[in-house]
């Protein structure tokens, strides 16, 4: 397999494109969250600007390795969109589990990307033998 197989690199003007897109995707299916909540790392940064361009206020970061301590938030009868940039399965599902036990209404999830398992609501494409590199990242595992 060539480097060029084997990596992909997103830089700004690719993400704001997938930005765009995937708002419109959201628009599209009539869903409008109350809340974005980002996973930790990546999902920071997607879930940010996704905010601004859907115009939700509400904002929460979410780190999986440290559940359930990392949040504990009263999001009952909220709808809750779950943002992460590459969505591996395990980090989603642990989530999704996690945010369902305070009682939102619905809880929807995003990726740029997924892996397999867990299947977004919404995404830009599913990737299988390919490490995604994006341009906060300093470096990729």
Same mark, same amino acid.
């Given at each position: ?8 690199? =997103?830089?700004?003007? @690719?993400? /704001? ?9 959201? @628009? @599209?299916? %009539? ?22 361009? =859907? %115009?939700? /206020? ?12 990392? #949040? /504990?938030?009263?999001?009952?009868? &909220? ?9 591996? %399965?395990?980090?989603? &599902?642990?989530? =999704? ?6 009682? +939102?209404? @619905? ?11 867990? &299947? +977004?609501?919404?995404? =830009? ?8 590199? #994006? ?7």
């Amino acid at each position: 397999m060539n480097e060029e197989t084997r990596y992909k690199v =997103i830089d700004w003007d @690719e993400l /704001k494109i997938f930005i765009k897109t995937m708002a419109k995707k959201i @628009e @599209e299916s %009539g869903y409008k969250p109350d809340m974005l909540v980002g996973i930790s790392k990546g999902g920071w940064v997607v879930s940010r600007l996704l905010c601004d361009r =859907i %115009g939700v /206020k509400d904002l929460i970061g979410l780190d999986p390795a440290s559940l359930p301590a990392s #949040f /504990k938030m009263d999001l009952s009868g &909220k709808k809750v969109l779950l943002v992460d940039d590459i969505a591996n %399965g395990e980090s989603m &599902k642990l989530a =999704i589990e996690h945010l369902a036990s305070f009682s +939102p209404k @619905e809880v929807r999830a995003v990726a740029l990307f997924y892996t397999g398992g867990i &299947k +977004p609501d919404y995404f =830009i494409k599913k990737i299988s033998n390919k490490t995604v590199i #994006f341009s906060w990242s300093l470096m990729s595992k």
